[in-house]
Structure formats: C-alpha cells, structure tokens
C-alpha cells in the first residue's frame, strides 16, 4: 500500500492559487492518485484524479511529474467555502483492495 | 452524499448496548468500504466487502465489530456491547471498479456512546 505525505495544515486568502502538494514515494504502476475533500460533518468528496501529467476539471488541476512519486493539487482562486480537509490517496482501481487514508491538510481560507 | 444511503445519521446508545449501522450503495456497485472518523481525526479503514466477501477484516478494531453485506448491496456494521471510544463518524463508500473515478462518500453515521 502506497504511503503518502501531506502538509498537515496551509493558510491562504480569498482569490489566490492555493497548491498542496503530496508525497507518494512508493507509488506501485497501477496506482492512481486521487483527491478528496471533506468539509466537518460531510463524507469526503472526490475531486479529481490522475495516473500521470496534468488533468484539470471545473473545480482543480492534478500535475504529476514524470516520476509520480509525488502530486500537486492546485485550486485557482480559492474562496472561504474551499476550508476544508484535503486527502491524497493513492489506490488501483481494477478491484477492490484497502484503502488507506492519509492524515489530510487542513486548508483554512481567511478572507 | 448522493448515491450511497446511511442509517441513522446520529444515534445515541448507552454504554453496553448493541448497534447496527446502515449502509445503501444504491446502485449495484461491487466494492463497499466502511471507515470511522473520530473527531477531527483521519479516517480510520475498518472492512471492505468485494460482493458480499469481506477479504480483509484487519480494519476491525475488536471483535466487537462485525459486519455483513448480503445480495451484493446493503451492508451492515455491528458494534456490540459499546464502548465510549467507539463514539465517532462511521462513514461507508462504494466503488473500486476499474474505470470508477474514486469513491462515492454517504454523509455518515454519527454514534455517541454514552
């Protein structure tokens, strides 16, 4: 099971690009590298996802160097509603297998 | 959220009591996960179930938990004789399937052990 390392909390303001970035360093071929957030009282939510380069959707952008053994999640433009825990999981996908969730960072917004 | 069902949202039982938690994945989904969340702490993996298989039940903290999943859907965890350390979030999640974009959170059970 691929391991992964986060800041346990970041600090920013309302309209900057805030970018977490995340260490797998044992990441296995068939692993994926997904993105949750969790807002108190809610079940994580899935972000984005990607398997290498960079992938972008409405809400992030995932760059994953060539090497993969690490990830960055960028948020453009953050507002006050983006607090929230933010976990990196890296995980194969073709079958059910364990799953493990790292400690997540903590991202505080302030206005 | 959307697409998976949890039951109660919040309950309260005495020390010593049995529960069961509920867990709908709605759609016909192979892989079903349930992990526990305390307060303002990771989540904890407790079981995954491959169809109504659970391959790996290391999760579990004592044998206190159980858990089934019958007809490849509905899953239930049991928590006999509680204790206050098992007051937390218990949240449950499907997906695995190759070419499912991650895993579809529901809201969550939150138990309190009094």
């Known amino acids: 099971l691929a391991k992964t390392t986060q800041p346990i909390s970041m600090d920013s303001y309302e309209g900057q690009e805030v970018n977490i970035t995340c260490s797998h360093n044992?990441?296995?071929?068939?692993?994926?590298i997904t993105w949750y957030q969790q807002f108190p009282s809610q079940g994580p939510r899935f972000i984005i996802q990607g398997y290498k380069t960079k992938v972008t959707n409405e809400v992030a952008s995932l760059f994953i160097p060539a090497d993969r053994k690490s990830s960055t999640l960028s948020l453009p433009r953050v507002s006050l509603s983006d607090t929230a825990v933010y976990y990196c999981l890296v995980a194969m996908y073709s079958s059910a297998s364990k799953i493990i969730f790292g400690s997540g960072t903590r991202l505080s917004i302030r206005p | 959220g959307a697409g998976v069902s949890q039951s109660p949202s919040n309950k309260v039982t005495e020390k010593g009591k049995d529960v069961e938690l509920r867990c709908d994945p709605i759609?016909?989904?192979?892989?079903l996960y349930w992990y526990r969340q305390s307060l303002g702490q990771g989540l904890e993996f407790l079981i995954y179930f491959q169809g109504n298989s659970a391959p790996d039940k290391s999760g579990l903290p004592s044998d206190r938990f159980s858990a089934e999943r019958t007809g490849g859907s509905v899953s239930t965890l049991t928590i006999q004789r509680t204790q206050q350390e098992d007051s937390a979030v218990y949240l449950c999640?499907?997906?695995?399937?190759?070419?499912?974009?991650?895993?579809?959170f529901g809201s969550g059970t939150r138990l309190t052990v009094v």
């Open positions: 999640a499907r997906g695995g399937e190759t070419g499912n974009y991650g895993y579809t």
């Open positions: 759609s016909g989904h192979t892989a």
């Open positions: 044992n990441i296995a071929t068939n692993d994926y």
